[in-house]
């Protein structure tokens, strides 16, 4: 259930709790508004602490490797690379 689907929850919830007046034989729409209010708010914690997990940036399992037999030097003493 993604984030939409906890607002949704929560709103119904709401709705059922806090805006209706239906009486139903057997069904409290009171309690009922209630468990999805509080249902909803554990998804909406539960999406944000994964969403901030995957935010999480790894750094790469490979190590680079800096071949010397690639750089090609200049002998003319800017091969530190601040002059041309």
């Given amino acids: ?9 929560i709103a119904v ?10 009486d139903m034989q057997g069904v409290n729409l009171d309690l009922v508004g209630v468990i999805f ?9 539960t999406f944000s602490s994964i969403a901030r997990r995957r935010r999480v ?7 680079v490797v ?4 690639t750089h ?7 091969s530190d690379g601040y002059g041309v």
């Avoid at 259930?1 to 929850?9: E, F, K, V």
């Avoid at 940036?57 to 190590?63: A, F, G, I, L």
């Avoid at 800096?66 to 037999?69: G, Q, R, T, Y």
């Fill in 1 to 9: 259930m993604g984030l939409g689907g906890c607002i949704i929850l």
């Fill in 37 to 45: 209010m509080i249902v909803g708010l554990i998804g909406v914690a």
């Fill in 66 to 69: 800096d071949d010397p037999a």
């Fill in 57 to 63: 940036v790894v750094p790469p399992t490979t190590p």
């Fill in 72 to 78: 090609h030097h200049r002998r003319d003493g800017y």
């Fill in 13 to 22: 919830g709401a709705i059922l709790t806090f805006a209706t007046d239906w």
